[in-house]
């Protein structure tokens, strides 16, 4: 395979299923809001994140989590 091959086969790292940690703008994309939504909701304590050496990055879990509590609430309204 040719290295045009491989740029070509490149995967989108925010759909990568081995990734730990998501950046806040991959988390956004995921949660399909922008990045100052993402922000405020992490902010707020909604959407879980950590410091990693100076770098915010969010469990790669988290986005699911989040729409989990808010269907839980939605459905308990």
């Known amino acids: 395979m040719s290295i045009a091959g ?3 086969v490149r ?5 990568d299923p081995t990734l730990v940690f ?3 703008e ?3 994309r995921r949660l399909r809001v922008g ?3 993402c922000y405020a909701l992490i902010r707020s304590g909604e959407l879980e994140s950590h410091l990693i050496g100076g770098l915010r990055r969010v469990p ?3 986005p699911a989590a989040y ?3 808010l269907r839980t609430q939605q459905h308990a309204v």
Request: glycine residues 0%; negative net charge; without cysteine.
């Open 60 to 62: 790669a879990d988290a």
């Open 67 to 69: 729409l989990a509590r």
């Open 22 to 24: 998501l950046k806040v």
């Open 35 to 37: 990045r100052t939504t």
């Open 26 to 28: 991959e988390a956004a």
């Open 6 to 8: 491989v740029d070509a």
């Open 11 to 15: 995967l989108d790292e925010s759909t």
